[in-house]
DNA sequence: GTTGTTGGGGTGCAAGTACC
DNA sequence: GGTACTTGCACCCCAACAAC
């Protein structure tokens, strides 16, 4: 059995490992700070007193954003899992291990988070959690506060705020739209500008009882008015419609890039600059001490974390 | 046992630096 | 010029220790 050395460890503050933890998820020291609700200062000593200790640099700059060196990716691993034991250990009554856990999760996911996040998620659960189960539910702005209370659902993902008070969220990942067109029914056109996009007909997503959908709100509040032919909750229908006839698709950019080819559409970025929403994460408090719903957000985030990387990578090439 | 002193650790402020 | 990170310095808190 493994011996510890209680002395060394003493002057080591454990507190590092998580400022260390967030570092590896955030990548970014100010909002590392602001998840440990310390100043950015107090963050930016921390990994100080982690460099000397480890005698790396761990996270080195590159333009606006850190990125790890190969010794804090080679530590990331084994400090999450301490991390998380620790965890496990500290959460009385609720213990989860993925191995053996036989247990249904309830998600409250929209039509695009659905298509998005959900084949990477069964995925990756399968891989280490195989008596897990995932019930997707759809959920939109005026029905997820009364699931997340009703505990029809134990997690949301979504772009809009979640009740205050009766759960937590944080922010998954930022939005961006793009602009679909079929290119054999737009004459001459190869890139979508504002004259283009003010002057045609649109087909957009809505989540909402509103004809208009998100898209079209958010353009009416800065003064601009569009025509729209066709609004659906699912994006499907949408793509399809560009496909067969002369009209605009607004989208969702991640969904784009993956369907969009599939219809023969041409993909543009939006003309328009809009203050889109980030999508976020949200879960009721009942859930807080329940190991397995963590669990749940730590997946969540390593999948997101993971699509992002991927997306980095083809954008590399 | 109580009180005062000292030193270490953690944090924030503010200035400086790097990068876009 | 704006944003993000680093660094030096000062302050506060608290534990350890000494003096009474």
């Not at 490992?17 to 200062?41: C, H, P």
């Not at 009740?163 to 939005?175: A, D, I, K, Q, T």
């Not at 909750?233 to 067969?244: C, E, N, Q, T």
Request: proline share 5%.
């Amino acid at each position: 059995m493994d011996t510890i050395d209680h002395f060394n460890l003493r002057s080591f503050d454990l507190n590092l490992l998580i400022a260390f933890d967030v570092m590896m998820q955030e990548l970014n020291v100010t909002k590392s700070a602001e998840k440990l609700r310390i100043g950015q200062s107090a963050m930016s000593h921390n990994l100080a007193t982690l460099r000397m200790l480890l005698d790396d640099e761990l996270f080195y700059r590159v333009g606006q954003t850190m990125r790890p060196t190969a010794r804090a990716l080679a530590l990331a691993g084994s400090i999450r899992a301490v991390l998380v034991q620790a965890q496990h250990a500290l959460s009385a009554g609720s213990r989860f291990d993925p191995a053996t856990e036989k247990r249904a999760f309830r998600i409250g996911l929209t039509d695009e988070m659905e298509m998005f996040l959900l084949p990477a998620l069964i995925s990756r659960i399968h891989a280490i959690a195989p008596g897990v189960g995932l019930l997707s539910r759809a959920v939109s702005a005026e029905t997820v506060g009364i699931m997340m209370n009703d505990r029809e659902i134990d997690i949301a993902i979504g772009s809009k705020d979640f009740p205050e008070g009766r759960c937590h969220s944080e922010v998954l990942f930022e939005s961006e739209v793009v602009c679909c067109f079929n290119p054999d029914l737009f004459a001459k056109v190869q890139v979508i500008d504002r004259e283009t996009y003010l002057g045609a007909r649109h087909a957009l997503l809505s989540q909402t009882s509103q004809v208009e959908g998100c898209i079209g709100m958010m353009l009416r509040t800065m003064g601009i008015g569009i025509d729209v032919a066709l609004t659906t909750s699912d994006f499907m229908p949408v793509l399809s419609a560009a496909r067969h006839a002369p009209l605009i698709a607004t989208v969702p950019a991640r969904l784009a890039n993956e369907y969009a080819p599939l219809f023969g559409l041409s993909i543009c970025p939006m003309p328009i600059s809009l203050p889109l929403p980030p999508v976020r994460m949200g879960w009721p408090v009942w859930s807080d001490k329940d190991a397995g719903s963590a669990w749940l957000r730590d997946m969540l985030r390593d999948v997101v974390k993971g699509m992002a990387q991927t997306n980095r990578s083809i954008a590399a090439q």
